[in-house]
């Protein structure tokens, strides 16, 4: 394990341990409020009938697990975007770590866009290289086997979608690929495609 590694398990512990106390102090919080008003009320108000006070109790009780039903709520979303922001943190930390200690240029290349793929939970991934007249100079993929890439034939040109990132230097982020119109000119045997996220 490695220094950021175990700085980040140890801050995930130490941040969960918070989240845990919030969610216990969000459960206490309601029983003391109830505990406080009850007793304030007596002071104030002396007895009262049994069905006022049952009705009384129940609507503060169901106030207050209101109250806590939000905090935990919450509570959930903020813990659930730290996991994702550990985990985007972690699979760069592993980039960082695997440009650094490779010397071949492939496979720190494949190695970026296997972790680029993996960090968004994408099924294929690919890298274009271009040189300086624009023109794709080498082709990365991650997610099809060596058969599969070699059937789909020669790499691309650089046309169609690839052509609004690699020429017009635009992001793309679509929702279905086949409904684009640029989105023409796949070869035969090319993996069917659904979603596309794709930066210059």
Known sequence: MTAIQAESAFGNASLFMTLRQLKIIAVIIPIVVTIAIEVTRTMILGPVPLWQRLLLDSMTVAG??????????????????????????????????????????????????????????????????????????????????????????????????????????????????????PSAGFPANHPVLGSLLAGP
């Open 64 to 181: 207050l697990f209101a109250f806590s039903a939000v905090i935990f709520r919450v509570l959930g979303n903020i813990q659930a975007r730290l996991e994702h922001r550990n985990r985007e943190l972690l699979a760069l930390h592993a980039a960082g770590l695997d440009v650094a200690s490779e010397l071949s240029l492939e496979i720190v290349l494949n190695k970026v866009v296997e972790q680029a793929r993996n960090l968004v939970g994408a099924r294929y991934g690919a890298l274009s290289v271009i040189d300086r007249e624009g023109n794709i100079q080498e082709f990365i993929t991650s997610g099809v086997t060596a058969e599969e890439r070699a059937a789909i034939g020669p790499p691309p040109v650089g046309h169609g979608v690839l052509a609004v990132t690699l020429i017009e230097g635009q992001h793309l982020r679509l929702a279905n690929v086949a409904e684009q119109p």
